[in-house]
Antibody, heavy 119, light 110 residues
Framework: QLQLQESGPGLGKPSETLSLTCTVS??????????WGWIRQSPGKGLEWIGS???????FYNPSLKSRVAISVDTSKNQISLRLSSVTAADTAVYFC???????????WGQGTQVTVSS | QSVLTQPPSVSAAPGQKVTISCSGS????????VSWYQHLPGTAPKLLIY???SRPSGIPDRFSGSKSGTSATLGITGLQTGDEADYYC???????????FGGGTKLTVL
């Protein structure tokens, strides 16, 4: 059974770089059939797509975050990583990782990890 | 401001039917597959509908999806109190080269 688990520091300071990891079990991030994505939900708001990565290195990013975000895949650890630089309070959110069939269907999700940006 | 537009809320009585609309454009809904998700606070979102109108295994046929032009619709029949959740549509936007979600619709089962 495919499982995704997000991890990372729950608290960060403004202007710092946020780093999160998604560990995948029961499946391989090296599968050519899937993209792996990051999605977030800020307090009181809806889902926001951050970006997606394929094991080949192909990436797509939300244009509003593109200058600050990097998503990568580590097949040796079966993990997906998210780096978001120059964070502000507006980046406070629950961050989810998900497996994507194509680029539209997120068929498996992690439980999410809360990230708070505060001085 | 979301690229896809959904009503903020809908409501209906148990046993009734409800539809949730998702409006977009030719760069997203009209030319790309639409997915629908159910999200209960504090949990992982669940895929209800993919490729416009297909259900993953385990999703009851009370849930259905349809699309026409630049709009998509999620239908839920035989409403149950357990269906109370936030529902999101999602798709790819070819102009943005990015994934997009609707703003979400809160379903209340009265």
């Amino acid at each position: 059974q495919l499982q995704l688990q997000e991890s990372g520091p729950g608290l960060g300071k403004p202007s710092e770089t946020l780093s999160l990891t998604c560990t995948v079990s029961g499946g391989s991030v090296g599968s050519s059939s899937y993209y792996w994505g990051w999605i977030r939900q800020s307090p009181g708001k809806g889902l926001e797509w951050i970006g997606s990565v394929h094991y080949s290195g192909s990436t797509f990013y939300n244009p509003s975050l593109k200058s600050r975000v990097a998503i990568s895949v580590d097949t040796s650890k079966n993990q997906i990583s998210l780096r978001l630089s120059s964070v502000t309070a507006a980046d406070t959110a629950v961050y989810f990782c998900a497996r994507q069939q194509g680029l539209t269907n997120c068929d498996h999700w992690g439980q999410g990890t809360q990230v708070t940006v505060s001085s | 401001q979301s690229v896809l537009t959904q009503p903020p809320s809908v409501s209906a009585a148990p046993g009734q039917k409800v539809t949730i609309s998702c409006s977009g454009s030719s760069s997203n809904i009209e030319n790309n597959y639409v997915s629908w998700y159910q999200h209960l606070p504090g949990t992982a979102p669940k895929l209800l509908i993919y490729d416009d109108n297909s259900r993953p295994s385990g999703i009851p046929d009370r849930f259905s999806g349809s699309k026409s032009g630049t709009s998509a619709t999620l239908g839920i029949t035989g409403l149950q109190t357990g269906d109370e959740a936030d529902y999101y549509c999602g798709t790819w936007d070819s102009s943005l080269s990015a994934g997009v979600f609707g703003g979400g619709t809160k379903l209340t089962v009265l």
